[in-house]
């Protein structure tokens, strides 16, 4: 196995571990990947997901190049790629907790597209980002570019995907690629680890709408308004503000 998830207290990490191809996905990672998601979001304990590399230096090449050229002819093949791949994203786009991409090195291609697919990305200052169909002849996926585009706009999309050139931590941050540049993700971590997790789900819920395209509250998002109030987060949240102290949230 390529990728491997471990619990540590409240924190799921999924690390991806094939150094030797640059940890570039094949098709059995793709198909992994959506079960290990779930099984982090299943425990009750798990606060946040940390996508990162088991091996500093390498985040992800993206597609296993040697796979889809030995494959590639095979219609019904590329058909079960394709289907794997959207899986594995849109799992871990919609994934109910919170969701982080930790970036050590170089994130290219289908690397990037599971980078974007995360909550919030913070990169070391040596990490490089590109996603590079255009030099291979391929096309992006409507799903991943719908993603790159939420964050960075049209324009710099079309750059990036017209042009495959690869960019450094600076101008990632500088154009929204990525949130926050530093040699660990511990401080988003602590942070998240700490704060409401029925707060987070339904936020992140929330945000998610408006990506896809609701602009008006609706029964829903009324009630989750509403009900908040009256559910555990909120009477600890509130003690914890008057008897001045961190609060200690349940799951």
């Known amino acids: 196995m390529s990728l491997a998830l471990g619990i540590e207290g ?45 091996t500093p230096g390498i985040f992800c090449a993206g597609a296993d190049i040697s796979e889809l050229l030995d494959k590639s002819p095979d219609a019904s093949w590329r058909a079960a790629n394709h289907a794997a791949i959207n899986r594995a ?45 255009a030099k291979l002849g391929l096309v992006y996926p409507l799903h991943d570019t719908k993603l790159l585009v939420d964050l960075v706009g049209p324009s710099q999309a079309k750059r990036l995907l017209f042009t495959g050139t690869l960019i450094d931590a600076d101008e990632a941050l500088r154009i929204g690629l990525i949130d926050r540049i530093a040699d660990t993700p511990d401080a988003e971590v602590e942070a998240i ?53 961190r609060p200690s949230f349940g799951n």
């Not at 289908?110 to 490089?128: E, H, I, M, N, W």
Request: aromatic share 6%.
């Open 89 to 133: 994203q849109y799992e871990l786009t919609r994934a109910s907790k919170p969701t982080l991409a930790f970036i050590d090195g170089d994130c290219v291609g289908g690397g990037c597209g599971l980078a974007l697919a995360c909550d919030l990305r913070v990169s070391t200052p040596r990490a490089r980002f590109g996603i590079t169909p």
């Open 10 to 54: 409240s924190i799921a990490r999924l690390r991806i571990d094939r150094a030797q191809k640059r940890n570039a996905f094949n098709q059995a990672m793709w198909e992994a990947l959506p079960r290990l998601v779930g099984q982090a979001m299943a425990d009750p304990k798990v606060r946040l997901l940390v996508l990162e590399s088991a």
């Open 193 to 245: 680890a700490a704060a409401s997790p029925h707060s987070q789900r339904e936020t992140k819920a929330m945000i998610r709408r408006i990506l896809d395209g609701q602009t008006d509250g609706d029964e829903a998002t009324r009630a989750a308004f509403a009900d908040a109030f009256t559910l555990p987060d909120f009477q600890e949240g509130v003690r914890a503000f008057t008897e001045k102290r």
